[in-house]
């Protein structure tokens, strides 16, 4: 079946933008993590939603990083005035009822460069 | 809270020797341990993972890994490597939902 998809696979943008990643998770699950991976960072933990609630949302780095999830479905990661560290690759994943222990399917990615 | 440490930025092998790739993790609280495989330009995908039982845990690829606690390690091995498993390779312990990863070994393969 149909694995995650995110999209724009690849998006550029000037300093100051607003910039919107979606994702698509695998039918009928309902928790959605994102994570962001940086050459600086790492690999680093976003936001975690169950349904269309966001019970962790710790890894958010500023308040200029939003998300929210619709429909207990698609989710759209919004950032505001862009910086150029917020480059990086935003990964999202999905797994059936969320909890510890349980593998977590990732999508390919968006890379974000911003000017 | 926990953090993972992978003890090699980089591991160069010869194709068909043996490899092993370190992870250590720190936790206050119990963990389950994952490895996952990123091959370029791609998401990451899970090569196993130790909730509890046997130490040794079998994953895909030929891949295997153990949980050590007293050492506070589980290694990732493979007998044989092959061209093919020329990737980034992530460690990642995980307490309640978020999954902490440790930096990422590189595996290159030399024929």
């Known amino acids: 079946g149909a694995g995650v998809s995110q999209s724009p696979s690849n998006k550029v943008t000037e300093k100051g933008k607003d910039v919107e990643l979606r994702c698509d998770p695998i039918?009928?699950?309902?928790?959605l993590y994102w994570y962001r991976q940086s050459l600086g960072q790492g690999l680093e933990f976003l936001i975690y939603f169950q349904g269309n609630s966001a019970p962790d949302k710790s890894g958010l780095p500023s308040d200029r990083f939003s998300a929210e999830r619709t429909g207990g479905s698609v989710s759209t990661l919004t950032i505001q005035r862009t910086q150029q560290e917020d480059s990086a690759v935003y990964l999202c994943?999905?797994?059936?009822?969320?909890?510890?222990?349980?593998?977590?399917?990732f999508g390919p990615g968006t890379r974000l460069t911003v000017t | 809270a926990q953090s993972v440490t992978q003890l090699d930025s980089q591991v160069p092998v010869f194709e068909e020797a043996p490899v092993e790739l370190r992870c250590n993790y720190s936790?206050?609280?119990?963990?389950?341990l994952f490895w996952y495989v990123q091959y370029p330009n791609q998401g990451l995908q899970l090569l196993l993972k130790y909730l509890s039982g046997s130490t040794l845990v079998k994953g895909i690829n030929g891949f295997e890994a153990e949980f050590n606690k007293s050492q506070t390690s589980f290694h990732l091995r493979k007998p044989s490597v092959h061209i093919s498993d020329t990737a980034e390779y992530f460690c990642a312990a995980q307490g309640a939902q978020k999954l902490v990863f440790g930096q990422g070994t590189r595996l290159t393969i030399n024929p």
């Open positions: 936790s206050s609280v119990s963990v389950y």
């Open positions: 994943a999905s797994n059936a009822i969320g909890g510890a222990g349980h593998e977590q399917y």
């Open positions: 039918s009928g699950h309902t928790a």
